[in-house]
């Protein structure tokens, strides 16, 4: 699926709703789907997080009740050097609301061992 243009829907945990227009090319692709980066500001300060995207929408639907189901249930390690890529947001289409993939916490390089 070609998200370059198409406006996203991301539902927080808080159940804020921010609209995205994803506009420049993923930053990798795998086989379920594609990377992007999401920025936006909070105040003044500016965060990072990444949006996987379902390359298909046949895997996006297989995938809905596993990642809404991880989304409502968040998980926490009691150990600071201990992250988990663990959703923290939904993604659909702004439009006719189709499931589309999830938002996480950006990683850098030097936390994946």
């Known amino acids: 699926m070609d998200y370059k243009g198409k406006t996203l829907k991301i539902l927080f945990r808080d159940r804020t709703i921010l609209n995205h227009k994803i506009d420049e090319n993923p930053?990798?692709?795998g086989g379920e789907?594609?990377?992007y980066?999401?920025?936006?500001k909070v105040g003044e300060e500016k965060v990072n997080y990444i949006l996987k995207l379902y390359r298909e929408r046949s895997k996006a639907a297989r995938n809905r009740a596993?990642?809404?189901c991880m989304f409502n249930h968040p998980v926490r390690s009691h150990q600071k050097n201990?992250?988990?890529c663990w959703p923290i947001g939904l993604?659909?289409?702004a439009r006719t609301q189709e499931f589309y993939g999830l938002r996480c916490k950006r990683l850098s390089q030097k936390a994946v061992t």
């Open 27 to 29: 930053l990798v692709r």
């Open 91 to 93: 993604v659909y289409d």
């Open 82 to 84: 201990v992250r988990f």
């Open 37 to 40: 980066r999401f920025e936006y």
């Open 33 to 35: 789907g594609e990377i």
């Open 66 to 68: 596993k990642v809404k």
